[in-house]
């Protein structure tokens, strides 16, 4: 088990340990080019037939990119004195994450009929991370830090989970076609949903960062 250290400097200030930022931005890096590719998709995807499917494509990639990315700085920091079951549950996510987006760069699935599949396949990818947080918890249960990452990642997890049920069920629009075409749609409310669970993601994921910082180098 890993005990929190608090070394006090000559002002009195807690010394905290350097520890690697790049899972960090990692993490930055996938939100912001999901959110990137999904903003070029509404702007040009109305262009034309083939604009339309290769962008809507590169839409789906870019949900799948922001998952892959967002279990990076959680898992690197919170197994950080675990390698092995740091790079077993990253390269584990890496490759689920690669054969979805391999998966919906298929023309044929980016049809409306597949879009229950594709809320499920990115809700899959999602909810893996119930495995690693779960070993997580049992690592370092006795961590304020650990137990309110956790509640945020549920919260992320309930969030993630609305908006896709709004993405597959079109509400509200089903109930009043053509009220809701400018403002207010499904595809609007989904995209809310998953800004509000990026923000609670970045601030269990800093919640673990701090708990690394604080935490000797694996002393057990």
Request: aromatic fraction near 16%; include cysteine.
């Amino acid at each position: 088990m890993t005990h929190t250290r608090s070394l006090l400097n000559s002002q009195g200030d807690v010394n905290y340990e350097a520890i690697p930022k790049w899972p960090w931005l990692v993490f930055l890096t996938g939100a912001m080019g999901c959110l990137i590719c999904s903003s070029m998709s509404h702007l040009f995807a109305c262009h034309s037939r083939r604009f339309n499917l290769f962008f809507w494509r590169l839409d789906y990639a870019g949900i799948s990119l922001m998952i892959v990315c967002s279990f990076f700085a959680p898992i690197y920091y919170a197994f950080s004195c675990h390698t092995y079951w740091r790079l077993f549950y990253l390269s584990s996510i890496s490759i689920l994450g690669l054969l979805a987006i391999f998966t919906l760069l298929s023309p044929s699935l980016s049809a409306p009929r597949f879009r229950s599949f594709r809320a499920a396949l990115f809700l899959t990818m999602g909810f893996s991370g119930v495995i690693p947080a779960t070993h997580v918890l049992y690592l370092h249960k006795d961590h304020p830090n650990v137990l309110i990452a956790l509640v945020y990642e549920l919260a992320m997890a309930v969030l993630y989970a609305t908006g896709a049920a709004f993405y597959v069920t079109r509400i509200p629009e089903r109930w009043k076609p053509g009220a809701f075409d400018i403002a207010g749609h499904s595809h609007q409310i989904f995209h809310v949903f998953v800004v509000l669970g990026a923000l609670a993601h970045s601030v269990a994921s800093l919640l673990i960062m701090d708990f690394r910082r604080a935490s000797p180098s694996c002393a057990f």
